[in-house]
């Protein structure tokens, strides 16, 4: 299974978005994240940050 997950300015929300989504009890998929507008200095180090 596939799940996108647009991001718009997301920096608040993504943290919690993901957290939600790792916790459900379904674990194969792909998680696929677009953002829509990149601040690179804001965005990219929360997802970097977040997986590893």
Do not use: H, W
């Not at 379904?26 to 965005?43: A, G, M, N, P, R």
């Amino acid at each position: 299974m596939s799940i996108g997950l647009p991001v718009y300015n997301g920096e608040k929300f993504i943290r919690v978005a993901l957290d939600s989504l790792l916790a459900q009890t379904f674990t194969d998929f792909e998680l696929i994240i677009s953002e829509l507008y990149v601040v690179y200095s804001q965005q990219c180090p929360i997802l970097i940050e977040y997986f590893t």
